[in-house]
């Protein structure tokens, strides 16, 4: 099994519509990422979270929001998408700073499509 | 702030060669440096990872190294083979701050052709 699943894998919503993302892992790491992806521009930071406690925004928040339920499951709202979210969404985690390597591993990725 | 440049942004090779894939970054004073393989669609996959203490590392056919004095990092695939195609993402986490988020450059598209 992954140690980093991603649900749902392909969405396709309409503008406006609000739309959740989900993360969950098993690896136990406690600092878990969003990321987008769009061609040209590379990875992107969404948000970031180094515990259940802590939310960190990076460098393009605006229009979304993040829920760490858990240590394992972090999940990324689009409170109301609109076309230029469509992008493929990445979760990613790692282990504590100071930890034995903070490798971070991703998820497959989500791909969505705003219409 | 730091920057990662990769380049070439793409490359094309035939079936057996040696190449060498570059990775600059501007600051310095970095913890570690990771090499990711992406194929299309898909997941970021960990190749390697440098510790800022480390020169090289290897894994198969791939080695990484790393010279922090002159921000740069390469990634060598020897004997490249068709299965290598891929965009190949390096990602520079820094020292200072505490907060180790990590930068990343815009990758390599990568074609080996048979």
């Given at each position: 099994?992954?140690?980093?699943?991603?649900?749902?894998?392909?969405?396709?919503?309409?503008?406006?519509?609000?739309?959740?993302?989900?993360?969950?892992?098993?690896?136990?790491?406690?600092?878990?990422?969003?990321?987008?992806?769009?061609?040209?521009?590379?990875?992107?930071?969404?948000?970031?979270?180094?515990?259940?406690?802590?939310?960190?925004?990076?460098?393009?928040?605006?229009?979304?929001?993040?829920?760490r339920q858990a240590q394992a499951k972090f999940s990324l709202s689009l409170e109301s998408a609109i076309p230029n979210q469509t992008a493929l969404y990445f979760c990613a985690t790692s282990d504590l700073s100071g930890g034995i390597n903070n490798e971070q591993f991703f998820g497959p990725g989500t791909r969505l499509t705003v219409l | 702030k730091q920057e990662v440049t990769q380049i070439p942004a793409a490359l094309s090779v035939p079936e057996g060669e040696n190449?060498?894939?570059?990775?600059?970054?501007?600051?310095?004073?970095?913890?570690?440096?990771?090499?990711?393989?992406?194929?299309?669609?898909?997941?970021?996959?960990?190749?390697?990872?440098?510790?800022?203490?480390?020169?090289?590392?290897?894994?198969?056919?791939?080695?990484?190294?790393?010279?922090?004095?002159?921000?740069?990092?390469?990634?060598?695939?020897?004997?490249?083979?068709?299965?290598?195609?891929?965009?190949?993402?390096?990602?520079?986490?820094?020292?200072?701050?505490?907060?180790?988020?990590?930068?990343?450059?815009?990758?390599?598209?990568?074609?080996?052709?048979?």
């Amino acid at each position: 099994d992954a140690d980093v699943t991603q649900t749902p894998r392909n969405r396709i919503t309409k503008t406006g519509k609000r739309i959740m993302l989900e993360c969950s892992q098993t690896k136990g790491h406690d600092r878990m990422y969003w990321y987008r992806q769009d061609p040209g521009l590379g990875l992107r930071l969404i948000y970031y979270s180094f515990d259940v406690k802590d939310i960190n925004k990076g460098e393009i928040s605006d229009g979304y929001s993040v829920s760490r339920q858990a240590q394992a499951k972090f999940s990324l709202s689009l409170e109301s998408a609109i076309p230029n979210q469509t992008a493929l969404y990445f979760c990613a985690t790692s282990d504590l700073s100071g930890g034995i390597n903070n490798e971070q591993f991703f998820g497959p990725g989500t791909r969505l499509t705003v219409l | 702030k730091q920057e990662v440049t990769q380049i070439p942004a793409a490359l094309s090779v035939p079936e057996g060669e040696n190449l060498v894939l570059n990775c600059s970054f501007t600051d310095s004073a970095i913890y570690n440096l990771q090499w990711f393989r992406q194929d299309p669609g898909k997941g970021l996959t960990s190749l390697l990872l440098i510790q800022s203490s480390q020169r090289e590392q290897t894994s198969g056919r791939l080695n990484a190294s790393l010279d922090k004095s002159s921000g740069r990092s390469t990634l060598y695939i020897a004997a490249s083979q068709p299965g290598d195609s891929a965009t190949y993402l390096c990602a520079v986490r820094p020292r200072a701050g505490g907060s180790y988020i990590p930068t990343f450059g815009r990758g390599t598209s990568l074609i080996v052709h048979p």
